[in-house]
T-cell receptor, first 109, second 112 residues
Framework: GQNIDQPTEMTATEGAIVQINCTYQ??????LFWYQQHAGEAPTFLSY??LDGLEEKGRFSSFLSRSKGYSYLLLKELQMKDSASYLC??????????WGAGTKLIIKP | TAGITQAPTSQILAAGRSMTLRCTQD?????MYWYRQDLGLGLRLIHY???????GKGEVPDGYSVSRANTDDFPLTLASAVPSQTSVYFC???????????FGPGTRLTVL
């Protein structure tokens, strides 16, 4: 079967750095996505990795290791508005997205 | 630009009744998707369409049907609603099957 694992919930302090991990087992791999979802809202695209390594976009970075079936999302200089759920999704061999259940990130002052 | 719109925003439906959830995008994207999101579970794909005139089944298609008569619209129909279809439904679109997906605001459906 196909499986995406992420921690259910994480807590971090405003101004700090947090790393959200995602491990996956899918039938094929055609890229990994990270989305942000605020409570009661739609998911919004954050980052995309298809090759191994780090992709940096402002305060957010995403890392991929295909051999390990592993990715992480790194958030720096945390702000209160970063409190949200972060969804990891893998595009499989059929080019469909398989989604993790999401990691709820709580930011404390 | 509106992006993707969904209607209604929320709905309470009696079991056994039918309902159509509407989705319209103005980005001229080829691909469109319907997902349901339930607490503790990831988004699950119900149906998708890679281009106007074609549709395909996702992970959880039973009890749902879709049509794609044109590029902009992708309605989702529940023929006879059951309580297990209580969920938040998101419509999404992408320029192609390889691009990132853009999501509508969602429809919260409660089936009693």
């Amino acid at each position: 079967g196909q499986n995406i694992d992420q921690p259910t919930e994480m807590t971090a302090t405003e101004g700090a750095i947090v790393q959200i991990n995602c491990t996956y087992q899918t039938s094929g791999f055609n890229g990994l996505f990270w989305y942000q979802q605020h409570a009661g809202e739609a998911p919004t695209f954050l980052s995309y990795n298809v090759l191994d390594g780090l992709e940096e976009k402002g305060r957010f970075s995403s890392f991929l290791s295909r051999s390990k079936g592993y990715s992480y999302l790194l958030l720096k200089e945390l702000q209160m508005k970063d409190s949200a759920s972060y969804l990891c999704a893998v595009r499989d061999s059929n080019y469909q997205l398989i989604w993790g259940a999401g990691t709820k990130l709580i930011i404390k002052p | 630009t509106a992006g993707i719109t969904q209607a209604p925003t929320s709905q309470i439906l009696a079991a056994g009744r039918s309902m159509t959830l509407r989705c319209t995008q103005d980005m001229r994207h080829n691909a469109m998707y319907w997902y349901r999101q339930d607490l503790g579970l990831g988004l699950r794909l119900i149906h998708y369409s890679n281009t106007a005139g074609t549709t395909g089944k996702g992970e959880v298609p039973d009890g749902y049907s879709v049509s794609r008569a044109n590029t902009d619209d992708f309605p989702l129909t529940l023929a006879s609603a059951v309580p297990s279809q209580t969920s938040v439904y998101f419509c999404a679109s992408s320029d192609s099957g390889e691009a990132e997906q853009f999501f509508g605001p969602g429809t919260r459906l409660t089936v009693l």
